[in-house]
C-alpha cells in the first residue's frame, strides 16, 4: 500500500462515519510532515448547517491543531472532489497538495464542473486524482442505494 493509498483509507474510515450517521459520506484528513493532523466527515444533516463539508471540518482541525491559518506544508486527502465552497477554502488555507478519490459531476470545482485552481488566485495547489477511486465512489455508490431501498 503505498503512502497515498494508506491516508486515503483513513479519509475513506471518515467517509464511512458520515455514512453511519446519514450524512453523504464524504471523508478527508489533512496530513502535516507524514502525520495526520486532522480529520472530518460531513455534518450538514447532524448540525443543519450547509457549511460543514468534511473538507471544512479538516481544515479547521488543521488550523487549530498547527495554531496558524496557512497551512502551506499541508496535504489534504478527500475521498470526493471538492465543491466550490471547499475548493475557495483550500485555496484560502494555502493548502499544498490536494489528492481526491472521486470526481463529483454534479459540484466538483476541481475539474468536472469547473476548475477554480486554473482561475488567477494567488494559490494554487498540486491536485493528484483518482487515488483509491473505485473504493471512494463505492461509499457514495452504497450509500445512495441504501437510501433508494
Known amino acids: 500500500m503505498t503512502e497515498e493509498q494508506k491516508y486515503m483509507s483513513l479519509a475513506i474510515d471518515q467517509a464511512k462515519i458520515a455514512a453511519?450517521?446519514?450524512?453523504v459520506p464524504v471523508g478527508a484528513v489533512v496530513v502535516y510532515n507524514g502525520k495526520i493532523i486532522s480529520g472530518g466527515y460531513n455534518k450538514r444533516e447532524k448540525l443543519k448547517n450547509s457549511l460543514y463539508h468534511?473538507?471544512?471540518?479538516?481544515?479547521n482541525g488543521a488550523c487549530k491543531y498547527l495554531n496558524e491559518w496557512?497551512?502551506?506544508?499541508?496535504h489534504l486527502y478527500v475521498t470526493l472532489e471538492p465543491c466550490a465552497m471547499c475548493a475557495g477554502?483550500?485555496?484560502n488555507s494555502r493548502i499544498s497538495k490536494l489528492?481526491?478519490?472521486?470526481?463529483?459531476?454534479?459540484a466538483g470545482?476541481?475539474?468536472s464542473i469547473i476548475n477554480l485552481f486554473d482561475l488567477p488566485y494567488n494559490h494554487k495547489p498540486e491536485v493528484i486524482y483518482g487515488i483509491m477511486?473505485?473504493?471512494?465512489?463505492f461509499v457514495l455508490k452504497d450509500f445512495f442505494s441504501g437510501l433508494r431501498k
Not at 496557512?70 to 499541508?74: A, H, Q, S
Open 20 to 23: 453511519s450517521l446519514n450524512e
Open 54 to 59: 468534511a473538507e471544512i471540518e479538516a481544515i
Open 70 to 74: 496557512r497551512l502551506i506544508d499541508c
Open 89 to 91: 477554502a483550500i485555496i
Open 99 to 106: 489528492i481526491y478519490g472521486t470526481s463529483d459531476p454534479k
Open 109 to 111: 470545482s476541481c475539474g
Open 133 to 137: 477511486q473505485k473504493e471512494c465512489a
